[in-house]
């Protein structure tokens, strides 16, 4: 098994081919997306496949150490023009091509008039323990 | 095996242990050790009298631990030199072990954690669990946290508005997961009640009692939230309801106002509301004034504009509101609110998507846009 990391993009990633912002589609259509993320992450549960997910607010600061005995340096918030991470899943698949699959499975979920969206995932494998057996 | 009652003896069999001569974080420990003992023993065997079996048990296993101690002798001198436990009718342990849990020197997350291991009698793995954190780090949390009470005197009376707020943040951190923090909130509250007369106790009690009665109304099938005002109220518990109104109303007999009392009157007046429309909106502002000058949150002066507007009007809301901090949480959501029921769906609109994305959590964030997307969609259509 090896785990990836799903990273969805509030920006930074390419446009997605259906492009709506999602206060100009119907309730009927949220409801419609919402259930497909939820019915996503429970199928994972029960394949056994899911580990996390995890949403993120919009807003956030950069931070650095600027020396002893000085309080950190903050930079934000978010310019328009940086990438910026929504949420993410954790999976534990036995491919790589199982992840790809899941990936593109997630990004189908539907927007505006129930088409899918299409919507750029990152997907990240993790650098795993080294393994017992190395012979 | 009747959990129930093993974890409403966990503070009596500690408190034993303490006034034996017990170090608290060890005997803390010792009753953890014997909860675990029980939940294996006690279903094929039960004991004829639980209490006295789990004081046995612990109180052997905190003997074990100061011999098995490299510090032997020192711990067993401070035992022998313990004053006999004699009678201290005065003094109530219980009481003692809440008022510890919350000792203002503990955070806030550390209170939380030591008040539902050491009096609610939860696992160290079911804190974890409630609180999706790992379970090695809730045990460091707890042992970090009996490590900064240990000097603490255990027959000094603490400050009872303490200990409401943890059981407060116990209360309202709805996390997920197979502990019903909720429920074990007021199970806490409750015996909390039971031993101290407190008008703020009882305010607490009732505001926990009338807000859990609508927990099946809150949330639609689909996981979604329901607003109040849309809710089933069929569904609300009246039961729950009914003891807390009965509750507050014998607290607010005793004339000491306090800001629990307060919240749990504005909750009472919901509860009364046989539909949305009857809410008596004009006594609920009077509560929020009340309460405004009782504590002085900004989060008070926010859900009075929101009263303000469904009493006088969305205009004296949106008026109420203008007199506030817009960077406060919820700030958008209410001014969309209020500008919507003004008749301007275009602004409300805008506001409900911009509220979406400063959201604190998922289920208002969904909530929120479904919102936007309704005026949107009103508006196209």
């Known amino acids: ?135 | 095996m009747d959990e129930a009652l093993l974890r409403s003896l966990t503070p009596g069999v500690l408190t034993v242990l303490v006034r034996r001569g017990a170090d608290f974080a060890e005997a803390e420990d010792a009753v953890q050790d014997a909860l675990v003992e029980a939940v294996r023993a006690w279903p094929a065997d039960p004991p004829r009298d639980p209490k006295g079996w789990l004081v046995t048990v612990a109180w052997r296993k905190f003997l074990d631990a100061a011999r098995a101690d490299t510090a032997r002798r020192r711990r067993e001198d401070q035992v022998d030199e313990e004053p006999p436990p004699g009678p201290a009718p005065d003094v109530d342990d219980t009481l003692q072990l809440y008022f510890l849990c919350a000792h203002p020197s503990l955070t806030p997350a550390s209170a939380v954690a030591l008040t539902l291991r050491a009096v609610g009698g939860l696992t160290t793995r079911r804190i974890a669990q409630a609180y999706l954190v790992p379970e090695a780090t809730m045990a460091q949390r707890i042992s970090r946290a009996k490590r900064t009470v240990a000097g603490v005197r255990f027959d000094r009376p603490g400050e009872v508005a303490t200990v409401l707020r943890v059981l407060y943040l116990v209360f309202n951190e709805g996390y997920s997961g197979d502990v019903d923090l909720a429920a074990e909130a007021i199970r806490l509250t409750r015996q909390l009640a039971a031993r101290i007369d407190h008008p703020e106790v009882a305010g607490l009690l009732a505001l926990m009692l009338l807000h859990h009665a609508r927990r099946a109304a809150r949330t639609a099938p689909d996981g979604s939230l329901v607003p109040l005002a849309e809710q089933d109220r069929g569904r609300w518990d009246t039961a729950s309801i009914a003891e807390g109104v009965a509750v507050l109303q014998a607290a607010l007999a005793r004339d000491r106002l306090g800001e629990f009392q307060a919240q749990a009157a504005i909750a009472a007046l919901h509860a009364d509301a046989p539909r949305a429309e009857e809410t008596d909106w004009v006594q609920i502002v009077e509560w929020y004034d009340e309460l405004a000058r009782l504590t002085d949150s900004p989060v008070v002066r926010l859900n009075r504009a929101v009263a303000v507007g469904e009493a006088d009007g969305p205009r004296a809301g949106l008026a109420a509101l203008a007199a506030l901090d817009d960077s406060l949480p919820r700030h958008t959501a209410v001014a969309a609110y209020l500008h919507e029921r003004d008749g301007d769906l275009a602004l409300a609109a805008r506001l409900y998507a911009e509220a979406a994305h400063r959201a604190p959590n998922l289920a208002e964030r969904d909530h929120l846009t479904r919102q936007a997307a309704r005026l949107n969609a009103l508006r196209a259509g």
């Open chain 1, 1 to 135: 098994m090896a785990k990836y990391l799903l990273l969805k993009h509030y920006r930074g990633a390419p446009a997605p081919v259906n492009n709506v912002p999602m206060d100009r589609w119907t309730p009927e259509e949220v409801s419609a997306h919402i259930q497909y993320m939820r019915d996503f992450a429970a199928k994972l549960e029960s394949t056994g496949e899911f580990v996390d997910a995890q949403a993120l607010a919009p807003e956030g600061t950069f931070v650095r150490y600027d020396g002893e005995g000085r309080p950190p340096v903050t930079d934000g918030p978010f310019a328009e023009t940086k990438d910026l991470i929504a949420g993410w899943m954790v999976i534990d698949v036995d491919s790589h091509e199982r992840a790809v699959e899941l990936a593109g499975e997630l990004s189908a979920a539907p927007g505006a008039g129930g088409e899918p969206i299409h919507e750029w995932l990152e997907l990240r494998p993790f650098l795993s323990m080294p393994p017992t057996v190395t012979e």
